[in-house]
């Protein structure tokens, strides 16, 4: 009953996000979906999946944010135990998390005007991010 | 197969606060719900759904904690993106998110005694929010 | 059509945090599942369930995170309410959250191999954790 779709973006270091809405509307588009719901894990531990209105100045205060709450350190245990630099991204990850539904009701989904769901990338290196997508219907 | 309801509140600025969690009770009652799900999705983004024991006291503190974690600021970029005042806002609802699900079993929605389901305005208006509940059974 | 498992943890005070992945692992097998999805609901408002890379440099990079985001601190509101001590153990739970779900895809939980699916008790008390999972298949 549950078909699967996948979503793929590359996105640069450091909290690159893409609006993934358009994505989902075409998964609404192909399965003719008028009343369900998407169930969307993305797959890895330095990214999530939220919402947001994806406009250039919001972007900004979130990657702000991110810095402020959640820092780059060199110092985090983490980063000893792997000799590695993403513990700061594993922490964002951790806190907005990695599943996210959306609902459709009359072949829309149920999302404000101004509200998109975007992906984002946390990870210190270019990923090739890769999301899950159950459709319930 | 899943059937929508909507729960309508109208909450004023500035992280508002709502106990849903009797009308989510009200909607296992009218569709009979023995065993099953509620997705609830806020439409908008500046509103959040989240669990906690909803008693004044917590309820400020929440509020402090948004105010020290997500301050408002008039210098966002969202701000000078719109001449608007509710960045911070924005922040808030896609640190909180505004999906969230609620298992029913024997009847019952899956909560402690002290875990209520809540609605938040983060945004600087009175608004009047709008949660899209697919009831899958 | 959904089924209901339980998956139980006794977890110490203070961030205690336990890998729950092979305890769905074990949903999976034991319900046959190829494609599916579990909706996992920890009751009670002093935990939360996330995913993580689940090691001891992160488990100590988020507990420290913890503590400086939501402090322990004796003179919250919630903590005069009761005579408490654990307003910052709720604070955790609602900014974390209490629900959680994962997909499954031919056999296999889509969680990428770093990322596992972690309950945390932040209660200041030892606690038995009972998380609720619905199967849907």
Redesign the interface.
């Known amino acids: ?2 078909k ?1 779709h996948y979503i793929e973006k590359t996105l640069k270091p450091e909290s690159d996000m893409v609006d993934i809405t358009s994505d989902l509307e075409d998964i609404v588009r192909k399965e003719s979906l008028t ?3 998407l ?1 969307l ?1 993305s ?3 330095t990214s999530a999946i ?4 994806f ?4 972007i ?3 990657k702000n ?1 991110f810095t402020k ?2 820092p780059f350190k060199k110092d ?7 000799a590695d630099d993403n ?1 700061h991204s ?2 964002r ?11 459709i ?1 009359e072949g829309k989904l ?3 005007t ?2 998109q769901v975007i992906l984002v990338n946390f990870d210190t290196k270019t990923r090739n991010r890769k999301i ?1 997508v ?1 459709v ?2």
Chains 1, 2, 3 share one sequence.
């Open positions: 009953m549950l699967t009343n369900g719901l169930f894990s797959i890895g531990s939220t919402t947001a209105e406009e250039s100045g919001l900004k205060d979130l944010t709450l959640f985090y245990s983490h980063n000893a135990t792997w513990a594993h922490l990850s951790s806190f907005l998390k990695t599943n996210f539904f959306v609902s009701t149920d999302l404000g101004w509200q899950a159950k319930l219907s």
